[in-house]
């Protein structure tokens, strides 16, 4: 359960003393514990919770500007512990497998097929993002291993 192995990794970083790593595991674990007051919360409720504040991390490193450095390695940080407890994502080489697997030739409207590529790998419960399905799909067709 996710929520163990946050309050483990946890107990680690207040064992060595790791501010940042007790920091960020604490906000988790506080926004799941909010959560759960609200509703049950499933295995993919929690990871959602990691995902925003993973988010909330990249839209402040993106606006945040070069006198705000400290804050940016910190934020880095926090994303680097945070994604360790998210499932792996498909690399494009896996994606591309996935596709030579399942599909024999490609739709001709680009966006239709991708939207497809993408429903088969949510129907197998993977992770995965869209720009790696675009350049799956995209690597496919420039070796025209699709029809």
Do not use: C, H, W
Request: net charge neutral.
């Amino acid at each position: 359960m996710i929520e163990e192995t946050i309050k483990n990794e946890l107990r680690k970083a207040r064992k060595n003393r790791n501010e940042v790593a007790i920091n960020i595991l604490s906000l988790v674990l506080g926004e799941i514990q909010t959560a759960l007051t609200r509703k049950d919360l499933e295995e993919d409720d929690k990871l959602a919770i990691i995902k925003k504040i993973i988010k909330s991390n990249n839209t402040s490193l993106k606006s945040a500007g070069q006198e705000y450095a400290e804050m940016a390695v910190t934020l880095k940080k926090e994303n680097e512990i945070l994604e360790a407890f998210l499932p792996q994502k498909l690399s494009v080489d896996q994606i591309v497998g996935i596709i030579k697997a399942d599909f024999v030739e490609s739709e001709p409207n680009f966006g239709k097929f991708m939207g497809m590529v993408i429903k088969n790998l949510k129907e197998k419960g993977l992770e995965f993002d869209a720009t790696s399905v675009k350049t799956a799909i995209i690597k496919l067709n420039k070796d025209n291993e699709l029809s």
